[in-house]
T-cell receptor, first 114, second 113 residues
Framework: GAGVSQSPSNKVTEKGKDVELRCDPI?????LYWYRQSLGQGLEFLIY????????KSGLPSDRFSAERTGGSVSTLTIQRTQQEDSAVYLC????????????FGPGTRLLVL | GDSVTQMEGPVTLSEEAFLTINCTYT??????LFWYVQYPGEGLQLLLK?????DKGSNKGFEATYRKETTSFHLEKGSVQVSDSAVYFC????????????FGTGTRLQVTL
């Protein structure tokens, strides 16, 4: 079946602009995660959604970052007033449920802030 | 908090050589341990996992044993191939942290003929 998909695959933006990154999880997966992969910080957790529960936002680096998940499926990560240090690959993952299930990763969105 | 430490790369080996990539962890609960692999130009893929002490995860000739006494999960392969060239990430998921993954910094492996 289809895996996790993300769009766009690449995004170039100017400093100060807002960007939206999209994630389509595997159908039926109730848990969805966002991670960021950058040269300076490695792979770091950003936010986690599980069903209708309040999301775990503990990894968001600043209040410029927000995410939502509509209808328990598609998720959008929004970065407002982008900064150069936001340049990274943003990865989305999904798993069947909360717990110790395997997370399946999408191909990522490569964001470059000029 | 939770953390994962893995050996820095790059690691360069000749084909058919033995591979070890060290990984140690600290965690507050009873974590599951994972190795993910990222091939050039591709996304992260799960390579293997172990969910409790003394479990051995294995896949594609790679193995790793969950050692609680040494808090380690070293990755091994008896004979590497050029196609194994990739970046390998050790990670843990702690029962107390909603299953979010904590990753090591990654180890780049390059296998030459």
């Amino acid at each position: 079946g289809a895996g996790v998909s993300q769009s766009p695959s690449n995004k170039v933006t100017e400093k100060g602009k807002d960007v939206e990154l999209r994630c389509d999880p595997i159908s039926g997966h109730t848990a969805l995660y966002w991670y960021r992969q950058s040269l300076g910080q490695g792979l770091e957790f950003l936010i986690y959604f599980q069903g209708n529960s309040a999301p775990d936002k503990s990894g968001l680096p600043s209040d410029r970052f927000s995410a939502e998940r509509t209808g328990g499926s598609v998720s959008t990560l929004t970065i407002q007033r982008t900064q150069q240090e936001d340049s990274a690959v943003y990865l989305c993952a999904s798993s069947p449920r909360q717990g110790l299930e395997t997370q399946y990763f999408g191909p990522g969105t490569r964001l470059l802030v000029l | 908090g939770d953390s994962v430490t893995q050996m820095e790369g790059p690691v360069t080996l000749s084909e058919e050589a033995f591979l070890t990539i060290n990984c140690t962890y600290t965690a507050t609960g009873y974590p599951s341990l994972f190795w993910y692999v990222q091939y050039p130009g591709e996304g992260l893929q799960l390579l293997l996992k172990a969910t409790k002490a003394d479990d051995k995860g294995s896949n594609k000739g790679f193995e790793a044993t969950y050692r609680k006494e040494t808090t380690s999960f070293h990755l091994e392969k008896g004979s590497v191939q050029v196609s194994d060239s990739a970046v390998y990430f050790c990670a843990l998921s702690d029962t107390g942290t909603a299953s979010k993954l904590t990753f090591g910094t990654g180890t780049r492996l390059q296998v030459t003929l």
